[in-house]
């Protein structure tokens, strides 16, 4: 088995044996040069050199060709992996964040250095495509975890202080999330089709680790049921504060509708004109209508806070 990594080299020298296995990890921009020496079919160069962030599955008869998008805060991260009898092919994109490249080839050393070794066991490509794609499965599990943690910090400012604009975070988190739902569904999908005997992949030594890959699935598609559920919650907790905070306000609105009422009716009848009112003419009776308006005012309020509508 030869592994080779050109962040830093080329494929020009190497020369191809059907009796040797090959691992090699790929920058997208040399994604041509080594398909070329592989004699790939040119709709998955191209699909490799243009990194369109879609998750998808295709056999070619001598060689597989998938295609795993990893969603993160503001990019997407495809990364292309062609799995043959003696190949596989690890394309990810140079320029962007290498974080998820860098856990991958941690990964693959560790186990070179410590599983194989201790082991005295040779890995095979499909099996070097198995760390690959469990390792972007671990990948998934932090960011549904981040997830989770997003929308309990909106419950918790929602539970505070609900806004307009937590609206559209919660819109937006609840289709982010399930976006990734589909996206594991479909690893799920792909999983599958690489264990079926129709693709030829798989030997039984190598099987367990797929049959682990899909556990693997399985849980995290759980994980994301409920946090999407949560995220349903998160969205009718804000309905319901909002809608309470609505009630309150017209609450207050009618309470002040009512007090005014009383004052609107007084002025009304005193101010009309008829001739024949005698109270106009006593010294105080500006002052007792004020006074009296304002008795009823304090009582209105006291009644109402007694009822806690204010």
Avoid at 107 to 135: C, F, G, M, W
Avoid at 174 to 185: A, F, G, Q, S
Avoid at 203 to 232: D, M, Q
Wanted: with cysteine.
């Amino acid at each position: 088995m030869k592994i080779l990594d050109l962040a830093n080299g080329t494929i020009d020298d190497l020369t191809i044996s059907d009796l040797e296995s090959y691992f090699i990890l790929i920058p997208k921009e040399k994604i041509k040069a080594v398909c070329n020496k592989f004699n790939v079919d040119d709709r998955t160069v191209n699909d490799g050199w243009l990194v369109d962030s879609t998750i998808k599955y295709e056999d070619f008869g001598t060689y597989q060709f998938i295609s795993l998008a990893i969603p993160e805060i503001d990019i997407n991260d495809e990364f292309n992996i062609y799995i043959g009898p003696n190949f596989c092919f690890f394309v990810y994109p140079e320029n962007h964040n290498n974080n998820v490249v860098n856990y991958i080839k941690n990964q693959i050393h560790y186990r070179i250095n410590t599983v194989e070794a201790k082991l005295n066991v040779t890995y095979t490509p499909v099996y070097y495509a198995s760390i690959i794609i469990d390792t972007i499965i671990s990948k998934y599990f932090e960011i549904v975890t981040s997830y989770e943690s997003k929308i309990e910090r909106f419950l918790d400012e929602i539970l505070v202080k609900p806004g307009n604009h937590h609206f559209e975070l919660i819109t937006n988190v609840r289709n982010e999330v399930y976006t990734l739902k589909k996206d594991i569904r479909a690893i799920d999908n792909i999983n599958i089709m690489l264990c079926l005997e129709e693709a030829g992949l798989i030997k039984k030594a190598e099987y367990p680790a797929y049959k682990n890959i899909s556990t693997r699935i399985r849980g995290l598609l759980k994980f994301i049921e409920s946090v999407y559920s949560l995220s349903s919650e998160l969205m009718h907790s804000y309905d319901t504060k909002i809608a309470n905070q609505t009630n309150s306000l017209v609450t207050r609105l009618t309470v002040i509708t009512i007090i005014m009422g009383v004052w609107t009716v007084v002025v009304g009848v005193y101010g009309m004109n008829f001739k024949n009112m005698p109270e106009t003419e006593w010294a105080y009776s500006y002052y007792i209508v004020i006074g009296g308006l304002i008795v009823i005012t304090f009582i209105l309020i006291w009644f109402f806070h007694k009822k806690k509508w204010i």
